[in-house]
């Protein structure tokens, strides 16, 4: 969701196609477009080849993609949120990652 519309922005920006990055990235435009709709997700490979050819932070692009992928698990679920509070008060993440 968030993560198809950052990499809109930024093709935008640079005045590229669909179908230049689709190329670059070896797949069809018709996928390429999939991605930045969020109907499809991208492989984690093609979040780091666009964050080269949109010469932008792959932190940025894979904290997006990342947030939609953990979207996707836990939207329907009654305690998804819940379960994200939890996450970010665990002393386990956050003595691992010094971070959250």
């Known amino acids: 969701m968030y993560f198809g519309k950052r ?3 930024l093709r935008e920006e ?3 196609l669909q ?3 689709a ?4 797949i ?5 477009s999939k991605i930045e709709r969020g109907d499809r997700r991208a492989k984690r490979e ?9 010469d932008t932070d792959p932190n940025e692009l894979l904290m997006l993609w990342l947030a939609g992928q953990v979207y996707e698990i836990i939207k329907d679920e ?8 939890y996450i970010k008060e665990s002393s386990i ?8």
């Not at 069809?28 to 390429?32: G, S, V």
């Not at 093609?46 to 949109?54: I, N, R, T």
């Open 93 to 100: 993440l956050s003595s691992k990652s010094g971070k959250l």
């Open 7 to 9: 990499i809109k922005e």
């Open 19 to 21: 179908r230049q990055l």
């Open 23 to 26: 190329a670059s990235l070896e």
């Open 78 to 85: 009654e305690l998804g949120l819940r379960a994200i509070d």
């Open 46 to 54: 093609h979040v780091l080849k666009l964050a080269e050819l949109l």
């Open 28 to 32: 069809d435009t018709p996928m390429y």
């Open 14 to 16: 640079r005045e590229l």
